[in-house]
């Protein structure tokens, strides 16, 4: 392993990470002894095992989440940057098995032209964490960007149609957004404005979330780098829950309390210790599972090139309070790796259908399956489904700067996995590129690298970049092309082309990296460096899980 002192740390608390069994321990969840040693990074399994399951549940990119139980299903929302379409919808039957049930946002021009191929001016920024809430049987979206302030968006359905986004408050320097109604219909809205010392406002909210009253602000939560409020309601209390920061400890889980939300919210206990060695839980939305439980789905803090990953935690009521983890060794709690899915009774869909987040597409539709976002608002003509029926058909234009990946406006991206053996393929037809025409298989964070076909003169060269710097480059004469990257744990990608679809000859590789709050994504791309002319079909890009 490549840091010894982590790993020290982490078997010296071993010891006291549970998994759920058939023992009962004084905090209520039934717990056996851990005896799994899991060094970040470096675990062999994830989510679901033989009706247990294993810490991350998802080992991708799924950030700044929140989480809510509608009936018998649990819904999630994840933010998403730049990306687009915007605002990550999920579905689980079980909190442990998830699937992508699409996008609030449809459209980044909403916000502003500079989250479109226009400009391209929000890396890093853009629709960041949010609030998903269930309200008089419809649903509700709430999140802010640091640049434009906050939205909200609703639909009677988690799958949409979503409403065009309603501004709320159109000021910068706010994050991380909640929202709440009363017993009697009466909505609350609480947002951090994180440029003034992290202070924390509730404002009064329409029965229709379409408007805050910015005059009723009222401070309730300050300082510490205190951000990701979520309101939630729990046996008489209103509880504001919120990660906190202290440099040289860490990030940790806290919350506040009122019998009223029209109190102070004066109370305040922490949930949460950092787990640093665990790269800091500390965002999520905390449920009651169909089982009696109750859980912390959150994801963790601290990014490195898988992004910030999703775990699932337990939680006990204490006395009043949600605290969350492994508490045998006192409170606040630590990290918990393993535990049992929290079924409860199974209706007779559940039953029949495992709920999995898609990843292999055959573009067989008539859109794009929903694990796919642009990078940017796209420009929407400049693809198609149907030219070439069964093929992705991604039409070449100039980028923002000649030749620089990130500022090229037809990339077409989703998450990497963090996992023992990722493999990604696509096979492409080159015949219709012209002179300029870049077009390929990608990796990218704020750094880059891809493998693909570069037009110069009529001449298709394969090369190999890196941050935009041509490694190498072979000439080649073939009408179909398929690229491949593997990587596993540790996240150093191989890159591979063949041009029969069976023999593949490697070509490059490449460090996965984090950067602007993200995680490594895999894309395909295509641009044009001297005009807007060629094309590229994708027949299909495999990425079995």
Known sequence: MKDICKVLVLFASLSSFPIYGQQENPFGHALVPDTIAVVWGDWQEWGEQRGMYRNPIVPADYSDLDCIRVGDDYYAISSTMQFSPGMTILHSHDLVNWKIAGHAVGDLSQISRAMTWREMDRYGRGVWAGTLRYHDGRFYV?????????????????EGPWEPLTPLLAEEGWDDCTAIWDERGRGYFVGTCFKNGYKTYMFEMAADAKSINRSSARLINEGNGREASKLIYHDGCYYLIFSEHREGIGRYVMAKRDKKLTGKFKEEKQLLLPCREANEPNQGGIVEGKDGHWYFLTHHGSGDWSGRVMSLLPVEWVDGWPMIGDRSQGEPGTMVWQGKVPLGEKSEEEESEKLTLQRSDDFDATQLGPQWQWNYEPRKEMYSLSEHPGWLRLKAFIPLKQGVFLTAG?????????????????????????????????????????LGIVNRGGQNYLEFTQNDNRQQSIAITSSHLWLKSVWGLDGMSTFYYSIDGDNFVPMGQYQLSWGYYRGDRIGIYCFNDLSESGFIDVDYLHYPI
């Open 142 to 158: 709430f999140f802010g960007t640091p640049d434009e302030g906050y939205f909200m968006t609703s639909a009677e359905h988690a």
């Open 410 to 450: 037809n990339t077409l991206t989703q998450r990497s996995f963090r996992s023992r053996h990722n493999e990604v393929t696509v096979k492409l037809d080159i015949r219709h590129t012209t002179d300029g025409l870049h077009a390929g298989l990608a990796h990218f964070a704020s750094q880059s690298a891809s």
